[in-house]
């Protein structure tokens, strides 16, 4: 039997997923992100996909 997703719990993965997507692609093209005339470290996007990949598969195995 198929389960019904809720549309919040969808938007959450993908947004997770998304955001995730963003920091690898940043670490592979090595993007450099300025704040107030501060670069921000290459290894902050590695800790960013860590946990944003980590909190979108969490969030989509509770949703099953």
């Given at each position: 039997?198929?389960?019904?997703?809720?549309?919040?719990?969808t938007i959450a993965v993908v947004a997770?997923?998304?955001i995730c997507l963003v920091?690898?692609?940043r670490?592979?093209?090595g993007w450099?992100?300025?704040i107030d005339?501060?670069?921000?470290p290459i290894?902050?996007?590695g800790v960013g996909a860590l946990l944003?990949?980590?909190l979108a598969v969490m969030v989509w195995k509770e949703s099953r």
């Open positions: 039997m198929r389960e019904i997703v809720k549309p919040f719990t997770f997923a998304v920091h690898v692609l670490i592979i093209f450099e992100v300025v005339h501060n670069v921000v290894w902050i996007s944003s990949g980590l």
